[in-house]
C-alpha cells in the first residue's frame, strides 16, 4: 500500500452521491484493517446534468451528463478514482482508457411510487399528476394508465421529494435502491412490481471507475462483488450491441439464481406501446453468451433503424390526455 498516500475520489455534488460513497468507503474499511479512514480525499464535482437540473435531460445530450467531468477528471490525474450510479453511465464507452474497477452489491432494482394520496399506482384517480424524467418510465405509465398526466421532474432526490410535498405532482417515481441509501424508504408508497415496471439497466448499482492501469485496483478488488458485476455487464452488453442509451424507453434486467442467469427486456414506443419483449435464460458462465443472442434477436425483430428513431422523443415530454 505505501505507492497510494491518497486515494482522490470523484463524486456528483449530491447526498447521494456522498451517501454511496460512504458505504463504498466503509465496506474497503473494513475489508483491510491496515487502511485508514484519512487514505481517502472526496472532491465534489459540478456535472452537466447537475447544473443543468430544469431541462429534458434528453435535449441537452442525455448520454453521460451525470459522469462526463468526473471521467475527464481521471483522464487528467485530477482524482483517482469516480464512483457513480451505474444506471446513469453510458454502455458506449466514451475513454476506453476507463473501465470499472469495482461493482458494489446491488441494492433492490425496483422503481418507487411516492404518491401524497398513499394511492397506489393503479389506484391513483385519473387526471392526477406523475413526475418522472425517465423516458422509459414515461413509456411505462403510459403503456398503463393513459389516463394519467405526466410532467417532467428534475432535480436530485430531496429536490424532487419536495417538489412532491409542495403538491406540484400527485405522485413520483424514483429508484427505490437510491431511497434506500439515503434512508427514505419509509416515504415509499409502493414498491413497483417488475411484471409492470422493469428497470433500467444496472438501476440499484454502484461503481467505482478508474484508469485500467490505476494503482487503486488493488485496493478495491476485495470489495467487488463478482454477481451484480456479470448481471450489470449482461445487461450494459444487449445495451450497447442494440445502440440504446439512457434515452431509449429500454428496460433491462439481469438476475442471478444459483448457476444460471435470466435475462428480461422490454422495449416500448414514445406512445406506450411495448414493442419488444423478451425472457432467456443459460448457464451464468455463458452471460455475455447469453446477451449477444438477445440483441441479435431484439434487432431482427425491430430493426436497428428503429429502434436508433426511439432514442429520440419528438413530442413534448410532458403528457395530458
Known sequence: MSELQKIVVGIRR????????????????????????????????????????????????GKGLFIKEIEEQIISGEIDIGVHSM???????TFPDLEIICWMKRYKAND?????????????????VIGTSSIRRRSQV????????????RGNVDTR???LKNQEYDAIILSLAGLARLNLEHLVT????????????????????????SKALDTFSSVNNTQTQMECMSERRVLKNINANCNSPVSIYAKIIK???T????????????????????????????????????????????????DKLKNDFDYTP
Open 190 to 213: 409502493e414498491i413497483l412490481d417488475f411484471k409492470l415496471f422493469l428497470p433500467a439497466a444496472c438501476q440499484g448499482a454502484v461503481g467505482v471507475q478508474a484508469l485500467k492501469s
Open 259 to 261: 448457476d444460471k442467469i
Open 161 to 163: 421529494i419536495q417538489k
Open 263 to 310: 435475462l428480461e427486456f422490454e422495449i416500448f414506443d414514445h406512445q406506450g406501446n411495448k414493442i419488444f419483449k423478451k425472457s432467456i435464460a443459460d448457464d451464468k458462465q455463458k452471460y455475455l453468451n447469453l446477451s449477444d443472442k438477445l440483441s441479435e434477436e431484439i434487432v431482427s425483430n425491430l430493426g436497428q433503424e428503429k429502434i436508433d428513431e426511439l
Open 142 to 153: 403510459l403503456s398503463l394508465r393513459k389516463d394519467l398526466r405526466i410532467k417532467l421532474l
Open 14 to 61: 449530491s447526498n447521494l452521491s456522498r451517501s454511496q460513497t460512504n458505504l463504498l468507503i466503509q465496506e474497503v474499511l473494513s475489508s483491510d484493517p491496515n487502511l485508514k479512514k484519512d487514505l481517502f480525499n472526496i472532491k465534489t464535482i459540478k456535472t452537466t446534468g447537475d447544473v443543468h437540473n430544469s431541462h429534458r435531460l434528453d435535449r441537452i445530450g
Open 87 to 93: 444506471k446513469d453511465v453510458p454502455a458506449q464507452e
Open 112 to 128: 418507487a411510487l411516492l404518491s401524497n394520496s398513499g394511492k397506489s399506482f393503479m389506484d391513483l384517480p385519473p387526471g392526477s
